[in-house]
């Protein structure tokens, strides 16, 4: 098991070394310069001092050399400061991180609650009214632009009914201190219900908006996995031996189907983790999309090396979680004879 | 498709709706010089954000009303439909063809050039789509093409990779090694043998991320990276709608419905032929 | 314990005493903000959210009022030694949030962290650029500071109005980075803290000196907190301010006003800005190169109509580039929409039949970039619009590549130096249109650097004017509205143009 955690991550040096070459050379190539997007389009700034911006931040060395530079930070644990912001970027990422995996935690939550159900009922009444209103709503569920589907929620929820807020992660008066930086947990460890509550209020209609797409994804993976169990010997033998068609399904079916759908959830986990900067920005969730996308439009070299950085640690994290939980779901499999 | 397979596949009747869906839309936007009741892309300004009408003082109604520069939505949204659906059938074309020789040959050959692709398709993974399409469009700048360029970079990815699996469990196939017995070249045996059977797989999946890039076109668009003014794109539309969700519901509205039939309509689709053609083939992300 | 220290306890006590005696639930106005701030060093940015949160909790050596004057602020007057050396005379009784009294001393440590080198976390602070002239300052005194330049600078007091002044014993004893996340100052309200991406909560800061004393009521602020809320998304800004989550939403476009206004409980309030529109040309190629062409664009273009349908008549033209706020402005008459003059004079450089040429612009200017190009086909030129990324667009356009452009440049201290310098002098960082001048420069030149004659320096800008006007190597356009969205409950607020939000003397009503 250790052998095989330890090769895995060898075997992803190469993609890392790979994903910050793609980025470096990526945000060399693309025009703009990060030091005359800053000064803003106001005001006068003399050709000196922007050439000392630059300097100070290393921006007129060579590409290879700059490259060096990053690479050596990184193996010291210094991914270097922002030009934007002239605050350590590991600073900048690590604040917006919780923000981010809070949300998408949640998001996968809310997924599976309705989606796992809703899939097992697809698969045991296959082609009833039932299946097909199940496949149209989720498909639904996927085909509408998350920033729109936002917007709707606002609209609904906080203009009209008044009941949610409209953005934001918490309200200030709560008595909440921010430890972790996961808010609901913050909230739960200082016994503050009233806190908790706002948190969960706050989270309601991003998680939702973001949701929907994993939703429908998750259903149909249930639906299709499940209804290919159903039909297998070994479900059959349960049945004829008089278990509970409920048992059979829940006890017996449902276990093997949920192997490709832990799989599915791990890797869209990722996609939602890298993938939120539109929702996030609707509702002005205060995480690591929109950083980067701010980052990207000023030039932040550093900051989006940095971010990116962290999405690939978390593809690859993600990935090895997904494989360990087959093993897990499925003692069949094991890591000690696998390439 | 066989015979047992277009049975399937009629009787699934969720999927026949989706393909009306996207038959429909798709002829409407390409008939939309000829059919759209205004001019898309200049407006009235005294008459911006009229509401939905099928009355007009003067002239011939805005059936799904106008934008802030009095142009009609419905003219719009047909003519938008043509650069989101060409969009989307581009992307995906490209990527199936890039994905589908990547992954026939990195199955066959195996080796170091496996191993390479291999590689580059764990790196583009690892990107998030969003950051990878932002930073390229910065690179190329604005423009149709860049931006099939741009979505086309990683999109090939998912059709590499299961185009590679399926021919690796064809690779020693009976009738494979048949006809490399047989004396068969490399390009006979992929293209004649192994093509084939990983196409079905590829159309599938191809089919149901036609949706997933159109999705991803208004993403950007939202974030301001997308189409060029002024012509419209469904994303584009809701984007520029976005403001005035209040005031006038319908800009944003209508072109989001639309996406949402044409998407609903391409994975009822997808679905269907997955069920028809390859009751095992396993489910593939519909999303990322 | 000294004087000040006594009386910042007593001030202190008093203060705790009336809010408990009143036993009110605090006042807390809520501000939602587009942009985070970057920062809370008021030495450490180049961002206008961050010095407009930033401003309610420090004051500057000087302020400017809503309608553009300079007036003290931290210094109670001033006076010039010499062309080149200025004496100001600092406020007695000032307190620091932490009840250090603030002195001489502290305005020497934050010019030289702001225009010497290597100062900040051991970088150079990015608002240099804003002192540049000046090269050290001296205390003479606990209440008297001399500012020394490199050359006479008469625009100094209006160039000082963006620096903050910022406590030497605070950050000499936390070091620039704690200074950076929980700062103090001298302002109106004091830091609380800064959940950062959401929001930063100040409170009232009951020992405040009272601000300048030309801009009244003078005192403590009104309202016991403040929050800015970071709210990125126009339209989600808008439904917070509806949904009553915030009582002001700043940058509320033209178009979204008739909502805001709809709903009673909110009112729409606007004010002049300082950034002047154009559209740009480049005057080293043909067409453009032929000042005919330039001025038949100037006549192609009704500006008064844009104004009226897309800006909702929120804007101002201009007949050059300053905007009728700066002090310096010259009454020129705009060159006005005359399409046959636009098409004789093209007929006339020998473009009778037209020519073909893209607009480029920033996806919030495509409105009014896509009916200019209407405009401009009305008189046989065939125009296209194209949107780009800023950061792209810069560089073509620094490199001369790209013939026409329109858009914007910021001039919050209304000086002519501050956007002359940068759009129409030679190679200079905004001179997007490639224009170069000898006149204009020398002009600049004799007004910044040669005299600090008053009279001089204004005829002198008047002159410059007029060459700007007459060489046309921008299409100019107006100075627009900035507006806010307010709820009622705001009172005693007023936007300023230079999008400082004042706190300091708003109250909520019930």
Known sequence: MISYLARRLVQAVPVFLGVTFVVFLLMYLTPGDPVELYMGQAGIVSQEEMARIRHEFGLDRPFLEQ????????????LGRSIVHRRPVAELISERIPATIELSLFAALIAL???VPAGVVAAVRRYSLLDNVGTLLSLVGVSMPGFWLGLILIIFFSVTMRVLPVAGRMAYGT?????TGFLLLDALLQGNGRAALDVLRHLAMPALAMSAGMMAMTMRITRSSLSETIGQDYVRTARAKGVPEGRVVVRHALRNALLPVVTAVALNLGALLGGNMVVETVFAWPGLGQRVVDAVKTRDFPLVQGCVLVYALTYVVLNLAADLSYAFLNPRISHGKEG | MGSRAWRAFRRNRLA???????????????????????DPLRGRLPDRLRSPSIVSASGKPYLLGTDN???DILSRILHGGRVSISLGLLVVGVSIVVGVVLGLVSAYAGGWVDTTVQRLVDVLLAFPYLVLAIALMGLFGPGFLNLVVALAFKEWVTACRIVRSEALALKNAAFVEASRAAGAGLFRILFRHLLPNVIPGAVVVATLRVGWVILMEASLSFLGLGIQPPQPSWGVIIADGRDYLFRAWWISTFPGIAILLFVLGVNLLGEGLRDALDPRLASERLSE | MNHRKVQFLVLVLVAALSVLGLAQEAKTLVVGIEADALTLDPGNFRHRETETILRNMFDGLVTRTPDGRIVPELAASWERLSDTEWVFYLRDGVTWHDGASFTADDVVFTVERTVKEGRISGMTSPRKGLLDPVIDAVAMGPLAVKLITSVPFAALPSFLPHTLIVPQHYIEAVGDERFAASPIGTGPFRFVRWDKGQQVVMERFAAYYGGSTDIPPVGPALVDRVIFRVLPETSTRIAALRAGDIHIATRIPVDLIPEIEADVNLTVMSVRGTRSAFLEMNVNQPPFDDVRVRRAISYAIDVDLIIEFILNGLAT?????????????APLTPYGYDPQKAKALLSAAGYGAGFTVTIDTQPHFRDVALVIAEMLRDVGIDAKVQEWDWGILQGELLAGRRMMHLGDWGNSTLEPNDIMIPKLVTRERGNFSGYSSRVLEGLIDLAERVTVDPEVRRVAYQIAQQVIYDDAPMAFLWVAQESYGVSRKVVGWEPSPDSRINLHDVDLAN
């Open chain 2, 16 to 38: 026949l709706g989706g393909g009306i869906l996207v038959l429909v839309l798709s002829l409407s936007s390409l008939l939309s010089p000829w059919i759209a009741p205004h």
């Open chain 1, 175 to 179: 008595g909440l201190e921010p430890q």
């Open chain 1, 67 to 78: 490259y060096g530079r990053f690479l050596w930070g990184i193996a010291r644990g210094d």
């Open chain 1, 113 to 115: 609650l309705v989606a």
């Open chain 3, 317 to 329: 033209p201009i007949p050059t580039i300053m905007s009728p706020d700066s002090p310096f402005y």
């Open chain 2, 69 to 71: 520069l009095g142009r």
